[in-house]
């Protein structure tokens, strides 16, 4: 068990201990359906600020409503509750950028912003104040930075020069020209409106002379401050013929840093009844579930990645039921990084806690050469590098008690696919795993300040730059992290880009298809097809895929858990239009991270991963046979669409829409078959 430290309890009053001592374009399937050429020569179809300040307009995501945290003004403290339990004292409400998964600013991070910061601006004025980033959307990392209540500006990675680039707001421009006189322009005193403007040098009264095109520069006219960019370099600007300067965001207010310089120990005694009162809640989830008359015999098993949000529930599972028989469940993916296996482990055993490690029997490295580099919209790796051990690790367990529950870490803040957690449910991929969420409306910072306050040991990752520590190569991770792995592990990196590097020649594609982290995706967002056409990198392959096509590989074959499966190879599949119709065969869940869709209908299942297997099982060999049977035929409308509308029109409740020229039937679908049947596309599926 893991012990409570002293000053740490859930009840009774307590200090804040000591600060923490750590603070492709589709790129192609084996096959795919695109036609493809080399750089230059296009052959068949092709892959396809806002201002910093407190957004009020900006949308919303449903689910996550608790967009804004509290700063107190007395303390200089960001806050979780409208009270600061130091002080006393109402904190000032501050709203984030969604989706608010507000975390405090790393060492690394830190480092980066201070080198920028002193680079462009000759001056850091923030020095070791508390910082917190709030992730916004972006092409890649990309994170609003808060300092003293303050949205100070913008730090972000360009996918374009490979490397950070930071932009003040218009608070953060009125700080830094307090401190610097790089970087500035001043403009004669003028009636005009100056925001969204481009200026003329005949309203500039100096420049400073190491301003370069381009440029993120500091703005003064009169009592007015803001930022803006240059259009031209300082030395040329007396002699352009046309505006030298566009304006972003310029006004009147004025602001500056609180005199106060708080540490983590302060942040952490304003927040602790919160902390305790989230602690103790998410306790009470696990003990009202684990506790329950037919669970509360079973063994518990804890998901532990090695990550800070499964480090949590971790030891919340084991301060919550005592001397329990408590595991702790570790997928050794093969691809993990180094001190993610080292810290599962140590962590685990200097706590006393039992540690399962399974191992995928596959190696990633085995594969990668018939299924290419794994993507976003192509997770084929973690049906064989997480699925196939996690299902061993589920079976084991099931092989002593009927039902194996797990706590788990996810949050809904992390990703669009977790935003509808549940508190606990059974896991639909895996049959007899009861799934606890405990942690699941916490913010990043919530987790942080948990692990301070107990003092809990940490993966060492986090204070090197990543925000999430998963596999070293994943596709999910952000550019800005692998840059990382160059940098923490030359080996590692070199191992993966010559196999990328090696892939892009065969098929076509540029090195620089590679050196800006287009492997990621099968088929590119339109962010990153608009990067492309700004660097001019071509995204279309050499190669021809197949056609569309469902083959058997098994055939009909009993099961051992009863009933009968089906297993077959799509060719030419994309996930997202096989997604967008299986509405209409039963309730469809999708798993982002293992690339899986699950459809129920009835009692037969249908699973799909993004690697294009397909398994159907039933309890009969004509059931099976005929599920089989409407898949295909289901998935064949979805490929071959024509986008003519002509289903739209049949449906009785307005569930189809043509998006893009490919059919989508929503959740309202009351599987009436009547598109299926007005179909043209299956009218001559034996032509097809």
Known sequence: MVSMKKGSSFSGKSKSNSKSKRYVRSHLKSANSSSVSRKGKKSGNRMSGKDVSQTKGQKRYASNEKDYIFWCMECNVPLLDKKCDICGKEGKKIDLSQPADVRFCSPYERKVLHDISIHEFGADPLGDRIMLLNKMPGD?????????????????????????????????????????????????????????????????????????????????????????????????????????????????????LNPNVPAMDDVIAANVSHIRKIGKNAMNTIKGIANQKEYRDLPVNVSFSGGKDSLVVLDLTMSALGKRDVRAFFLNTGIEFPETVEFARKFCKNSNIELIEKSAVSDFWDNVDAFGPPAKDFRWCCKICKLAPANEAIEECLEKSPTCITVDGKRRYESFSRARISTSENNPFVPGQLNIFPIKDWKAIEVWLYIYWRQLDYNPLYDSGFERV???????????????????????????????????????????????????????????????????????????????????????????????????????????????????????????????????????????????????NSDTKDSADSVFAETSRQLLKAHRCTGCGICIKACPVNAITIDGGHVRIGESCIRCGKCTGSCVVLRYENKL
């Open 140 to 256: 890649d990392k990309t994170d609003e930075v808060i300092v003293d209540s303050l949205v100070f500006g913008i730090l972000r990675f360009d996918m374009q020069k490979m490397d950070y680039a930071f932009e003040p707001s218009v608070q953060g421009a009125h700080i830094l020209l307090k401190n610097t006189e790089k970087k500035a322009i001043v403009l004669k005193k003028n009636s005009r409106h100056l925001n969204g403007k481009k200026i003329n040098f005949d309203l500039v009264e100096s420049i400073s002379d190491d301003i370069r095109e381009n440029d993120i520069v500091l703005i003064r006219s009169g009592n007015l401050t803001g930022f803006g960019v240059s259009l031209c370099d300082a030395k040329d600007a007396s002699s352009v013929n046309g505006p030298v300067l566009r304006v972003r965001k310029i006004d009147s207010q004025i602001f500056s």
């Open 470 to 616: 998963g596999c070293y190569l994943c596709p999910a991770a952000l550019s800005a992290e692998y840059e990382r792995v160059k940098e923490l592990h030359p080996e590692l990196y070199e191992k993966w880009n010559d196999f990328l590097f090696h892939w892009a020649k065969k098929n076509g594609l540029s090195e620089s298809f590679i050196e800006h982290g287009l492997w990621r995706w099968k088929e590119l967002p339109p962010k990153m097809v608009k990067l492309c056409e700004k660097l001019g990198i071509s995204t279309s392959a050499s190669e021809t895929g197949s056609e569309f096509s469902v083959n058997m590989t098994s055939g009909m074959s009993p099961c051992k858990a009863g009933g009968y499966t089906i297993e077959a190879s799509i060719h030419g599949f994309s996930m997202q239009k096989t997604r967008d119709v299986m509405n209409i065969l039963g309730k469809t869940v999708f798993s982002e991270e293992l690339g899986l869709l699950l459809v129920c209908e009835g009692s037969s299942t249908i699973k799909i991963f993004s690697s294009g297997n397909l398994v159907v």
